[in-house]
């Protein structure tokens, strides 16, 4: 079983909706980073949590330390959030990743 | 300031050539990471260097990698020589200590393509 757990997979949304994506971990860990990973390879650091919540324009990204579960929202989506979402986790001196979540925004 | 910097963003070798790929972290930042993701795969951990020092290279999946980090800068990865299973998407990432919280920032990566 994989130390970080990410759901769904894939998902496909309308322009407009709200999106989610989960992410699990089983480790204890000093922060959270959701990563953005658009079609060309290139990574885009969206936040790093160690707890709480915390909001950038239309994204907003919470963690439960004591449930060991982070969401990444999406509100409003637009085609251009097309992209693959990362959940990476710091445990000492160790970065896990999950498989990462490919969203689709379709116009 | 200058986030993580990677050099080349693409670049295409053909089988059994080198290729070395740099990482600037920023400036000050003790640990320097490598992970890769290769194509439909999850993004897996190579190494980590401590200033200069290697303070893990599990990951490294082979002898023919070989990363450095010369007066703990900037870091080199080479593969010599590559073979196609090789390909994929290379990411450096650095942070300035392994206190709680201390935030790790991301280079962009290079994409290798071997063929």
């Known amino acids: 079983k994989n130390e970080v757990e990410q759901s769904p997979q894939n998902l496909t949304a309308q322009e407009g909706e709200f999106i989610t994506i989960n992410c699990s971990y089983s480790?204890?860990?000093?922060?959270l980073h959701w990563l953005q990973q658009h079609p060309g390879g290139g990574i885009v650091s969206l936040f790093m949590l160690s707890s709480g919540k915390k909001k950038h324009g239309r994204l907003i990204a919470t963690i439960n330390i004591q449930e060991k579960h982070s969401s990444l929202h999406i509100t409003a989506s637009h085609p251009r959030d097309s992209a693959v979402y990362i959940c990476?986790?710091?445990?000492?001196?160790?970065?896990?990743f999950g498989a990462g979540t490919r969203l689709t925004v379709k116009p | 300031e200058a986030g993580v910097t990677q050099f080349p963003s693409h670049s295409v070798i053909e089988k059994g050539q080198t290729v070395t790929l740099r990482c600037d972290p920023i400036s000050g930042h003790d640990n320097l990471y490598w992970y890769r993701r290769v194509m439909g795969k999850e993004i897996k951990f190579l190494l980590h260097?401590?200033?200069?020092?290697?303070?893990?290279e599990s990951g490294m999946p082979n002898n023919r990698f070989l990363a450095e980090r010369t007066g703990g800068t900037y870091s080199t990865l080479k593969v010599q020589p590559a073979e196609l299973e090789d390909s994929g998407v290379y990411f450096c990432?650095?942070?300035?200590?392994?206190?709680?919280?201390?935030?790790?920032?991301f280079g962009q990566g290079t994409r290798l393509t071997v063929v």
């Open positions: 990476a986790v710091q445990s000492n001196n160790d970065m896990r």
């Open positions: 480790v204890g860990i000093s922060a």
């Open positions: 990432a650095s942070s300035p200590t392994l206190d709680w919280g201390s935030e790790a920032f």
């Open positions: 260097f401590v200033k200069e020092s290697k303070q893990d």
